[in-house]
């Protein structure tokens, strides 16, 4: 298990820009796929996208393609995500999780979760 603390939420108008970072601890993180969920009020955590270990590669829901970016820097023990036009429907608390090796659609899959971190679009 690693141990995961997310931050960098907040409010912001639709159509703006937040970037969320997720800090992890141990020496083993690259060995970790990284994915990024969020929960609205009354609705159940949603998958919002993943990234493999290397960086290398990345999947996103639909919802967030072609707006959302995942990133990590392994020397950091930091995976990001940048949220760019961003609107109302994006309102969550946003969470980063991590499991070891591939990375899974399902947040069942993952066994390591931060805090949470709440992001607010305004319209």
């Known amino acids: 298990q690693v141990q995961l603390v997310e931050s960098g939420g907040g409010l912001v108008q639709a159509g703006g820009s937040l970037r969320l970072s997720c800090a992890a601890s141990?020496?083993?993180?690259?060995?970790?796929?990284m994915a990024w969920f969020r929960q609205a009020p009354g609705k159940e955590r949603e998958f919002v996208g993943a990234?493999?270990?290397?960086?290398?590669?990345?999947d996103y829901a639909d919802s967030v393609k072609g707006r959302f970016t995942i990133s990590r820097d392994n020397a950091k023990n930091t995976v990001y995500l940048q949220m760019n036009n961003l609107k109302p429907a994006d309102t969550a608390v946003y969470y980063c999780a991590a499991r070891y090796g591939s990375y899974w659609f399902s947040a069942a899959g993952y066994d390591c979760w931060g805090q949470g971190t709440q992001v607010t679009v305004s319209s």
């Open positions: 990234i493999t270990g290397s960086g290398g590669s990345a």
């Open positions: 141990g020496r083993t993180f690259r060995g970790y796929a």
